[in-house]
């Protein structure tokens, strides 16, 4: 099985960029489908992104879209996500995700694999 280790999170200002990573081991990467979910306080986990199994598929929540960027780096085993353009709401616990299944999953209960989660704050 992979386990999954994110980092990157941190304090920004509104309008920032971060970029999140989520190391793979155990197994690669390019034998899941992946995806980054968040949890505000008080607040249910909530999809943000994934990528298929091949790498060649992504989708984003609306909330997001045309501001963050999934991708993948199979040569470092790595899972990414590039925030930009944050906003105070973006505020939460980034997880990153792993599944067995082939296609793209927003359901979060799909994912087999978690992280331990990365703080972003967003600063107005």
């Known amino acids: 099985q992979v386990q999954l280790v994110e980092s990157g999170g941190g304090l920004v200002q509104a309008g920032g960029s971060l970029r999140l990573s989520c190391a793979a081991s155990?197994?690669?990467?390019?034998?899941?489908?992946m995806g980054w979910f968040r949890q505000a306080p008080e607040k249910e986990r909530e999809f943000v992104a994934a990528?298929?199994?091949?790498?060649?598929?992504?989708y984003y929540a609306d909330s997001v879209k045309g501001r963050f960027s999934i991708s993948r780096d199979n040569a470092k085993n790595t899972v990414y996500l590039q925030m930009n353009s944050l906003k105070p709401e973006d505020t939460a616990v980034y997880y990153c995700?792993?599944?067995?299944?082939?296609?793209?999953?927003?359901?979060?209960?799909?994912?087999?694999?978690w992280g331990q989660g990365t703080q972003v704050t967003v600063s107005s």
């Open positions: 995700a792993a599944t067995l299944r082939f296609w793209i999953d927003v359901n979060r209960r799909d994912y087999e694999y």
């Open positions: 155990g197994r690669t990467v390019s034998t899941y489908a």
């Open positions: 990528m298929s199994r091949n790498g060649f598929n992504a």
